[in-house]
């Protein structure tokens, strides 16, 4: 009788475990956005008790007292200011056919920053800022511009000053494109490439505040709300695109073509799950 | 024969084995060759694009084969096809082990 309950017990266990077992790997599986932001910032806010959640969007200036400020007299003059002056002037001017920017884009594309990416259920695909800018351009008979710098990046960094410290509201709608967008930038975020065989996160999730070389790696929490960022190191203005191309070539993978679908996926899942922190571009950094 | 003649029987043949060996290893390398190295490895560098995963150093050693070739250096023109399809062949690899290893990264 003894040997027969212990059976038993030793069965239900069994089942227990593998029926918990299975859900809980089922619920892993299942794509779930809003934890997925919950377990993110709680990820770096425990691993950076000190730096309050709205400071993770100044990167690598968020994890070092020293350069924290630096930045703060960088930003007396900051050198992305010269981008801002190009970026209102190249905004507010009219197109051959007489419309503007102001005619492509919501609230007449002041203070939208942080709306962007969005996924369009028409086009089926996640819209950056930096494509929509294109999409504004071409849609007017207007030559695109280059998505890594110059007139692109003075563009986007007038479009982020305006809409400074408004939290990342990017949505995620009820449409199985758009989860499996969120799914593909997240698989891209977390997927070693290269020769250094490196993901974006090992970077930016396992190493930030440490240094690679002089340069302190930031944070991948708030990484995009500073963007476009003036870099030291380019000597000049970068958008979202070449920090993206620019990262792959480190690891030495070849980067992929600016906006292609895994680079608006990336964006699509990094601005997500950096919602409610402010928008803090345009920035500089080392 | 003595032992000691065994022995260095032995050693002559052994060296010129060696000797022929290296000859051999060391044999300049043919336009043919080098034809075929860097088929193979352009093919693998071409799969490892399909898979959105080029390394840069293949795509380097590829470029230093086919300047190695226009100058007539086909010894450098082949080992630098060489490098580049093992390149390109680890690069496959990890594409394929990435497949499901990038969850274990993730933050959940």
């Not at chain 1, 709680?42 to 969007?57: G, N």
């Not at chain 1, 250094?196 to 930016?204: E, I, Q």
């Amino acid at each position: 009788m003894r040997l027969t309950f212990r059976s038993a017990a030793a069965g239900l266990i069994l089942a227990t475990l593998t029926f918990g077992g299975a859900q809980m790997s089922h619920a892993a599986d299942n794509p779930n956005p809003p934890a997925d932001l919950k377990a993110f910032q709680k990820y770096f806010t425990d691993k950076f008790p000190k730096v309050k959640l709205e400071d993770f969007v100044n990167g690598p200036y968020s994890m070092d007292e020293g350069l924290y400020k630096q930045w703060k007299e960088k930003e007396e003059f900051p050198p992305y200011e010269f981008a801002l002056d190009a970026g209102k002037e190249l905004f507010n001017k009219p197109f051959k056919n007489g419309k503007s920017f102001a005619d492509c884009f919501p609230n007449k594309g002041i203070g939208v920053r942080q709306n962007y990416p969005y996924f369009d259920e028409k086009q089926g695909k996640v819209v950056t800022l930096e494509l929509a800018v294109n999409q504004c351009l071409e849609s007017n008979g207007e030559k695109p511009f280059s998505y890594t710098k110059d007139d692109m990046a003075s563009v986007t960094a007038y479009m982020a000053f305006t809409s400074r410290g408004k939290p990342f509201d990017i949505k995620i709608p009820n449409d199985p494109r758009a989860l499996a967008a969120y799914e593909n930038g997240k698989r891209y975020f977390y997927t070693r490439r290269g020769q250094l065989n490196f993901s974006c996160a090992t970077c930016h999730v396992q190493s930030p505040g440490d240094h690679i070389r002089a340069e302190v790696l930031a944070p991948a929490l708030g990484i995009l709300n500073a963007m476009p960022i003036y870099r030291s190191e380019w000597g000049g203005m970068g958008t979202i695109s070449r920090r993206f191309t620019s990262c792959n070539s480190q690891v030495r993978a070849v980067p992929l073509k600016p906006q292609d679908d895994e680079y608006r996926d990336l964006e699509y899942y990094l601005s997500y799950v950096s919602n409610g922190l402010p928008i803090s571009g345009p920035g500089a950094r080392p | 024969m003595s032992n000691r003649m065994m022995r260095l029987a032995t050693l002559s043949v052994l060296s010129a084995l060696l000797v022929a060996g290296a000859t051999s290893a060391c044999a300049a390398s043919t336009e043919a060759d080098y034809k075929t190295a860097y088929a193979a490895a352009d093919a693998a560098n071409n799969e490892a694009g399909k898979l959105r995963n080029q390394w840069t150093t293949a795509v380097k050693a590829l470029k230093e084969a086919k300047k190695a070739a226009e100058a007539g250096d086909f010894d450098k023109a082949v080992a630098e096809s060489k490098k580049s399809e093992m390149l390109s062949k680890a690069a496959i690899f990890q594409t394929n082990e990435q497949k499901d290893a990038w969850k274990q990264m993730e933050i959940r």
